[in-house]
Structures are given as structure tokens and as C-alpha cells.
């Protein structure tokens, strides 16, 4: 066999795990999916690379330890394994991660005795995702948001602008982004305070300081790049997939009333800096290649330099669930799909780059809110509620408008395969009270 039919045997959907609990139909971690993250537990605080399979994660430095698993050398001492991120591995290129895909599948897969059968090293090397606990997965050197979804564009435009002109004359030419905040990146779980700042009531002459009353979230998804451009040397639409390691899942909290004072001329700041929400679990490129599917058309027809041919969406179903502090299950506040996506991320990675700007391993750029063509598939409260003007009726009573202390939000995403699934976990955050 060559690597390329073994990169294609890893995604066979009648592939299934001696791990029993990765043959789920609908768990998001199957044979097929094997997602990168970093992770430590109690036996072990050590941070490392591990790959999540079913209810449990492999340690990826035990199996290299062990012999079972080998990438090239780095020079640098300490295996690339042994990293509290994941960007010495991912700065090994695509051939090996592809060639640590294909081992793993082997390793994992029922018919394969050599880590089935050795007690020992499979009490090592496998460890239970409830005894763990996961990390920001990635070093971020930077931070891009982009814009990318039309029916969101043109939701926000026709709620603050003119319906009949809600979207701007350069939004269907270019994918619209805007550079982030990298330092308040935070992993799944990790609580987001409530920010304060300058809001502008209507029946003020000036703003006034205090706490966001108009919190909401973003459902979005990031891509994290995997080889960087040099300054100067933009990265080409048809090249740009083989530059992105994988995606996660993004929680953009947006505190909407103190953005909606600040943003003109120059578009979001301290509405977006206070905290930025990502899964843990970082899912590849090439474990979502059978979920790819034709993006939407564009009209008008893009320059030339953000032209792709093929087909460049991926049929990722995404929700977002909504449980009060006191509330015992959460409620569904919304589901869509990131096949909506207008502007690809292809499209927007040749675009961040067309002017020369570099990028570097870890970066991360996320899609934009994504929403759909439906009331129930809007990617954000902002809409769901129409800006409050429609609360949201909760599973056990109550309504929300915004989100309120206490509040956890939890977004989820997989691709639905025949018998499996590609499943990117949570990306969840709790709510605490703004400083007095």
C-alpha cells in the first residue's frame, strides 16, 4: 500500500476500534475522527499530546516511548509528545501528521493485537477522558475573526442599517475579518467574567461605565494553521487547505452594548477582547474529508486571486445549548450547519494573506457567526431575540434575551457518518459576575 491509500483506509466507515466506546454510532470520537489535543491527569501532571478515542485519550508520548509510534526528529531532546501544545508536532508539516493518523488507526483498529493485548502498556498509554484534564490545545500566536456568514451579515445589517441594503458593497467581494485578541483565547470550561465598559444609553448625552448588559455568544468554528507563509508571500486559494492542521469549535463572546458605542470607525475592541471560547479537541483536515460538499454560489464572481475550483464546505451540524445556574438540563437554543458558510476558509486564508501578511503555526482564525436560512438556525441570541425584542422560552420556565450570570453556554458540532461520527466535543463556558 502507498500513503495515500493508507491515509484512505483511516477514514473506511466499517473500520471499527477494539476500544468499544469508539464504535458509538453517535459519539463524536470514532476511529475515523482522531482529534488532536493536549492533556494531563492525576496520575501524571506532566502536559502532553493525546488523541481522542471514544471515552478515553491515547497518550501519544507513552506509545512513542514504547516503540509503537514514530515521528521524524526534531533535534530539540524531549519528544515532540511531551509539549504542553501542540505546535512542535504540527510544525513537522502535513506528511507527518498523516503518518501519525495512519499509525493510530492501525494501532486502534479491533483486528490489531499490539496494543489490544498488552495489558500493561494499554493501562499506560490509554487513559480515561473522565480521569483527564484537557488544555488550550494550541500556542496562538494570532488571532483573526472573520465575517463569513451572509444570512448573519444581512440579519445584523437589517437590524441596524436598511433591510433593503443590509449588506455593505464590499462584504459579497472580499471575506470582511478583523484581528483578534490571541491572550484571552481560553480552552472549553473555562469561566468567562462578564466584561464592563462604556455603554450608551438612549436617553444619555454621554456613555456611561458599567457593567455589559447585552452579553451574547458567536457560534462559530476556527481553523488552526499548520504551515505558515513567509512575510511577503501570500498563500494561494487552490493552496491554502494544505496550510490548515484542523478546526475547533468557537464561542466568540460578543458583549453587544458596549459594541454597538465603540465599533465606529474602527470595528470591534473591547466588545470582543475580554474572552474568546475553544474546544480542546483540535479535528483534522483530513478526518473531515468525507463531509465535504459544494459552498454556496457566490455572485457575484470573485477576483480572480479567491477563486477555487471543487468543492470547499463541510457538513458539520452545530448547536447551542443554554442552562441556567439553577436549571437541571439545558435547553436547545439553536441548530445549523457550517455548509452555510459564504466565504470558505480557502478563500478566507487567501485573503489574510494576499498583502503579504505572514502566519504562523498555531494561528487562529475563526468563520464568523455562522447562522442559517431558518428563525431556529441563527448563530447568535443578537438574532434569535432580535435584539431582544423576542425572548427565547426556556426548557424549565424563564426566557432570555442576553445571557445572564450563571448561564453556561455549550456549543457542539460533528459530522454524521454511515455508522460513525466526527464529533468535535464541546466548547463551553459559565458566566460570572462583572467586577464591582
Not at 101 to 110: C, D, E, G
Not at 139 to 157: C, L, M, R, W
Not at 276 to 286: A, K
Amino acid at each position: 500500500m502507498n500513503a495515500s491509500s493508507d491515509l484512505q483506509a483511516t477514514l473506511d466507515p466499517s473500520r471499527k476500534s477494539w476500544v468499544e466506546s469508539a464504535n458509538n454510532p453517535t459519539g463524536d470520537f470514532s476511529i475515523q475522527n482522531l482529534p488532536f489535543g493536549i492533556f494531563s491527569d492525576g496520575l501524571n501532571a506532566t502536559r502532553r499530546v493525546g488523541v481522542a478515542i471514544g471515552d478515553s485519550i491515547v497518550d501519544l508520548a507513552a506509545l512513542e516511548s514504547a516503540g509503537l509510534l514514530s515521528v521524524p526528529s526534531t533535534g530539540a531532546g524531549d519528544s515532540v509528545f511531551v509539549r504542553d501544545a501542540l505546535n512542535d508536532f504540527i510544525a513537522l508539516g502535513r506528511d507527518a501528521w498523516r503518518s501519525v493518523r495512519v499509525q493510530l488507526s492501525r494501532l486502534l483498529s479491533r483486528d490489531d493485537a499490539t496494543l489490544r493485548d498488552d495489558a500493561e502498556l494499554r493501562g499506560r498509554a490509554l487513559i480515561r477522558q473522565a480521569d483527564a484534564q484537557l488544555h488550550l490545545p494550541v500556542q496562538i500566536p494570532g488571532y483573526t475573526d472573520f465575517y463569513s456568514s451572509k444570512e448573519h451579515a444581512t440579519n445584523v445589517g437589517s437590524m441596524f442599517r436598511d433591510p433593503k441594503n443590509a449588506l455593505l458593497p464590499n462584504w459579497s467581494e472580499m471575506p470582511i475579518g478583523y484581528n483578534g485578541r490571541a491572550s484571552s483565547v481560553v480552552v472549553s470550561g473555562t469561566p468567562v467574567r462578564r466584561p464592563n465598559g462604556q455603554l450608551k444609553l438612549p436617553d444619555q448625552e454621554r456613555p456611561v461605565f458599567g457593567a455589559c448588559r447585552k452579553l451574547d455568544i458567536e457560534l462559530e468554528t476556527g481553523f488552526v494553521i499548520g504551515a505558515g507563509n513567509a512575510l511577503g508571500e501570500p498563500v494561494t486559494c487552490a493552496d491554502a487547505e494544505a496550510h490548515i492542521f484542523g478546526m475547533v469549535l468557537l464561542n466568540d463572546w460578543s458583549a453587544r452594548d458596549i459594541q454597538q458605542w465603540e465599533y465606529v470607525p474602527l470595528g470591534p475592541f473591547n466588545a470582543k477582547t475580554f474572552a474568546t471560547t475553544i474546544s480542546p479537541w483540535i479535528v483534522t483536515l483530513d478526518a473531515l474529508e468525507p463531509f465535504r460538499v459544494a459552498q454556496p454560489a457566490q455572485d457575484p464572481q470573485p477576483l480572480a486571486y479567491l477563486r477555487h475550483d471543487g468543492e470547499h464546505a463541510f457538513d458539520i451540524t452545530l448547536e447551542v445549548t443554554l442552562r441556567p445556574q439553577q436549571a437541571k438540563e439545558a435547553s436547545t437554543i439553536t441548530r445549523t450547519n457550517f455548509k452555510h458558510m459564504y466565504w470558505t476558509m480557502a478563500q478566507q486564508l487567501a485573503h489574510h494573506t494576499v498583502s503579504g501578511c505572514n502566519t504562523r503555526v498555531g494561528d487562529l482564525m475563526g468563520s464568523g457567526t455562522i447562522s442559517g436560512p431558518t428563525e431556529d438556525s441563527f448563530g447568535s441570541l443578537l438574532e434569535l431575540t432580535w435584539n431582544g425584542k423576542k425572548p427565547l422560552e426556556l426548557r424549565e420556565g424563564g426566557t432570555r434575551s442576553f445571557i445572564e450570570d450563571g448561564d453556561e453556554l455549550t456549543l457542539a458540532g460533528w459530522c454524521q457518518g454511515e455508522g460513525y461520527r466526527v464529533g468535535f466535543g464541546v466548547c463551553a463556558g459559565e458566566i460570572l459576575p462583572a467586577l464591582k
